[in-house]
């Protein structure tokens, strides 16, 4: 079992402790687990569900919230400081390369992924395990310790057998949210598991939530489970059940299945059947997912074929500047390329549009020598000369035609537009 940690800082600058867990292969799809109300990253259904979750293809970051666990700050926020640390755990993840499309959550964790989705764009879908509808539902189990506390005032209240402090900002807090707004505004996918046998939070919560959302919806019923999920089989049941739902919003490929390599100087696309458009492009270097937006019936969970057309365009312009500067000796620090594109018209063809910016002690000689450059890009060539596309049948088994293109192959033609550029000046 691959863990590792992984911590990252929540709003206030503080250091929130969190444990990846990936398997022993390599996830396609990251998920982050928020677990519930005054448990840590270690409970049960936290450490078993995210486990069961990397034999089924999902990465998983599962962390302490701000004051619990091994976690910096002080407990007791509320809804509010839960949400910012989910937010921050998937921003963390995102920036790290990792970008979370499934939130779960436990209890009060479900509560704040609920309301942390909607502003969350890598998130398409979300699942909550024993959820209340309302955040004051924990009120239920403070007591009447907090009442007519004194603002500012922390008061020891017990939980579970342990004692914390909170104060009257904590029950505000709580009662400032309209759950039932959010559920409804969602805008993402949602699987709703719940045990009717729950004594901790009644099914009711689980119907409520279900019909204030809008489609699409699932739910599950986690028969005869207990609220904490103790029992290995009714957490390793939910993680199965999430991870087979979760496969038709994100493109979940089980460990162990294996992945079509690239063929040899190419690359390969096949669908996932994850949403309406989504592939898997997969090239020597890995693989990433194409899609379309959600607006159109995509789940957005990575560029569009323009797009990528685009990124084409830019990266060839950036890479081909570069390698004109420095073989130059200019003082050229960095390059920011800007593509756009504008699909044909009856009366006009598609149009690129492209903005370079050059970083450094450039003289204007120099920069319109690098504006030329860019239009000697090989993939500018491309577009802008002659190309053909040659179609042929892909049939399992028969191997595919020798491909011209190697790895090198793009270096080679961007030197050589370095040198002809030379030799015409």
């Known amino acids: 079992m691959a863990t590792r940690n992984f911590d990252f800082h929540n709003a206030a600058g503080r250091t929130l402790s969190g444990t990846l867990e990936t398997g022993q292969g ?3 799809v990251w998920a982050v687990f928020a677990h519930c109300f005054t448990c840590d990253k270690t409970s049960l259904a936290a450490t078993r569900i995210s486990r069961a979750l990397t034999a089924l293809g999902i990465g998983v970051l599962r962390f302490d919230f701000t004051g619990l666990g091994e976690s910096e700050g002080d407990f007791g926020s509320g809804l509010s400081g839960d949400v ?23 209890s009060f964790g479900g ?10 764009e890598t998130v398409v879908a979300v699942a909550v395990i024993g959820t209340p509808f309302d955040a004051e539902h924990v009120l239920a189990h403070v ?8 603002p500012g005032r922390r008061i020891p209240v017990f939980i579970a057998g342990r004692q914390f402090e909170l104060g009257a900002e904590f029950v505000d807090d709580l009662r400032s949210h ?3 707004d959010r559920i409804a505004g969602l805008g993402r996918a949602l699987l709703v598991l719940h045990s009717p046998v729950d004594d901790i939070v009644s099914i009711d919560n689980a119907a409520a939530i279900f019909q204030a959302a809008r489609h699409p919806k699932s739910f599950v019923s986690l028969d005869h489970a207990n609220h904490l999920l103790t029992d290995r089989a009714d957490s390793d049941y939910a993680a199965a059940v999430i991870a087979a739902w979760a496969s038709r919003y994100v493109a979940v490929m089980p460990v162990g299945t294996g992945e079509a390599p690239a063929p040899a100087g190419g690359l390969r696309v096949e669908e996932t059947r994850a949403g309406g458009f989504q592939v898997r492009v997969t090239t020597e270097s890995g693989s990433f997912f194409a899609d379309e937006p959600v607006s159109v019936g995509g789940l957005g ?7 990528l057309l685009s990124a084409g365009l830019g990266a060839c312009t950036a890479m081909t500047c570069r390698l004109y500067a420095d073989r130059k ?7 920011v390329v800007e593509v756009g594109h504008v699909a044909k018209t009856a009366s006009a063809p598609d149009r690129f549009t492209r903005r370079i910016g050059f970083e450094g002690a450039l003289d204007a000689t120099q920069q319109a020598r690098m504006l030329e450059m860019a239009d000697r890009c090989p993939v500018h060539r491309t577009l802008t000369e002659s190309a053909t596309v040659e179609t042929q049948r892909l049939v399992p088994g028969v191997p595919e035609a020798a491909m011209p293109d190697r790895p090198e192959d793009h270096v080679d033609r961007m030197e050589d537009q370095c040198r002809a550029q030379d030799d015409g000046a």
Do not use: F, K
Not at 89 to 105: C, D, E, N, Q, S
Not at 143 to 150: M, R
């Open 26 to 28: 390599t996830p396609q």
């Open 84 to 106: 910012e640390d989910v937010a921050c755990a998937v921003r963390a993840m995102a920036t790290a390369g990792m970008p979370p499309g499934l939130l779960i959550g436990h």
């Open 111 to 120: 509560a704040a992924v609920l309301a942390a989705a909607g502003m969350l």
């Open 143 to 150: 007591g009447p310790a907090l009442d007519g506390a004194e």
């Open 178 to 180: 309209n759950q039932g």
């Open 301 to 307: 969970s990575g560029p569009t074929p323009y797009d």
């Open 329 to 335: 000796g200019w003082p050229l620090e960095q390059i």
